[in-house]
Protein backbone atom coordinates (compact mmCIF):
# COMPACT_ATOMS: atom_id res chain seq x y z
CA UNK A 1 0.00 0.00 0.00
CA UNK A 2 1.51 3.45 -0.93
CA UNK A 3 2.41 5.75 1.94
CA UNK A 4 -0.88 8.28 2.35
CA UNK A 5 0.61 11.79 3.85
CA UNK A 6 -1.98 12.96 6.38
CA UNK A 7 -1.76 16.00 8.62
CA UNK A 8 -2.50 14.80 12.03
CA UNK A 9 -2.84 18.27 14.60
CA UNK A 10 -2.74 16.61 18.37
CA UNK A 11 -4.22 13.28 18.04
CA UNK A 12 -6.86 13.92 15.48
CA UNK A 13 -6.16 13.48 11.63
CA UNK A 14 -7.20 17.05 9.51
CA UNK A 15 -8.39 16.65 5.83
CA UNK A 16 -10.17 18.49 3.11
CA UNK A 17 -12.67 16.77 0.71
CA UNK A 18 -14.13 18.08 -2.50
CA UNK A 19 -17.82 17.62 -3.82
CA UNK A 20 -19.02 17.47 -7.25
CA UNK A 21 -21.25 19.57 -8.05
CA UNK A 22 -23.80 17.01 -9.36
CA UNK A 23 -23.88 15.74 -5.67
CA UNK A 24 -24.01 18.90 -3.75
CA UNK A 25 -27.49 18.31 -2.49
CA UNK A 26 -26.71 15.37 -1.27
CA UNK A 27 -24.15 16.55 0.66
CA UNK A 28 -25.94 19.33 2.08
CA UNK A 29 -28.52 17.48 3.10
CA UNK A 30 -26.10 15.00 4.92
CA UNK A 31 -24.43 17.24 6.64
CA UNK A 32 -27.79 18.54 8.64
CA UNK A 33 -28.44 15.61 9.24
CA UNK A 34 -25.01 14.80 10.79
CA UNK A 35 -25.49 18.28 12.64
CA UNK A 36 -28.85 17.31 14.31
CA UNK A 37 -27.19 14.35 15.58
CA UNK A 38 -23.86 15.61 16.34
CA UNK A 39 -21.95 13.11 14.74
CA UNK A 40 -18.66 14.42 12.73
CA UNK A 41 -18.38 13.79 8.70
CA UNK A 42 -14.91 11.89 9.91
CA UNK A 43 -16.90 9.63 12.35
CA UNK A 44 -19.82 9.10 9.42
CA UNK A 45 -17.16 8.32 6.68
CA UNK A 46 -15.35 5.47 8.53
CA UNK A 47 -18.78 3.80 10.20
CA UNK A 48 -19.99 3.76 6.42
CA UNK A 49 -16.75 2.33 5.72
CA UNK A 50 -16.33 -0.32 8.19
CA UNK A 51 -20.17 -1.18 7.42
CA UNK A 52 -19.79 -1.08 3.68
CA UNK A 53 -16.29 -1.84 2.23
CA UNK A 54 -14.17 -3.21 5.35
CA UNK A 55 -13.10 -6.73 4.66
CA UNK A 56 -15.23 -7.10 1.33
CA UNK A 57 -13.78 -9.50 -0.49
CA UNK A 58 -13.28 -7.33 -3.91
CA UNK A 59 -14.55 -4.07 -4.53
CA UNK A 60 -16.91 -4.63 -6.60
CA UNK A 61 -19.10 -1.06 -5.39
CA UNK A 62 -15.74 1.05 -5.28
CA UNK A 63 -15.47 0.12 -9.19
CA UNK A 64 -19.06 1.30 -9.51
CA UNK A 65 -18.73 3.96 -8.17
CA UNK A 66 -15.24 5.02 -9.66
CA UNK A 67 -17.42 5.21 -13.04
CA UNK A 68 -20.14 6.91 -11.88
Same mark, same amino acid.
Request: glycine residues 2%; contains cysteine; positive net charge.
Given at each position: ? &? %???????? @?? *? %? %?? *? @??? /? +??? $???? =?? +???? @? +?? /????? $????? =?? /?? !? &??? =?? &? =?? /???? !????
Amino acid at each position: M &D %TLNCYKYK @SN *I %T %TS *I @SVK /R +RDE $EDYL =AL +RQLL @S +RY /RISVG $EYLID =AY /RE !L &DKG =AP &D =AQ /RLKA !LAWS
